[in-house]
């Protein structure tokens, strides 16, 4: 599962000086395994870095899930 991110920053914003995925930032979030996948959009609660986890919020149902920044564009989510 992956959020893809027009634009993307760190847990603690205070402590770090370069964030990959910044707070309120809306993404599309896509899920899947075994070569299907499902797309959603997706917002950043708090900032992180790259091979940081990230709280996320699917702004249609209010569900949030976590996942691990991998780049500026890229957050991967477990598929449930």
């Given at each position: ?5 027009a ?9 770090r000086?370069s ?8 993404g ?16 950043a ?6 091979a ?10 209010g569900?949030q899930?976590?996942g ?13």
């Open positions: 599962v992956a959020l893809h991110f634009q993307v920053a760190p847990v603690r914003e205070e402590a000086s964030a990959a995925v910044k707070r309120g930032q809306e599309t979030v896509v899920a899947g395994t075994g070569g299907f996948s499902v797309r959603t959009k997706g917002i609660l708090p900032n992180a870095g790259v940081e986890r990230v709280r996320l919020r699917n702004p249609a149902s569900r899930v976590e691990v920044v991998r780049s500026a564009d890229l957050v991967e989510v477990a598929a449930q």
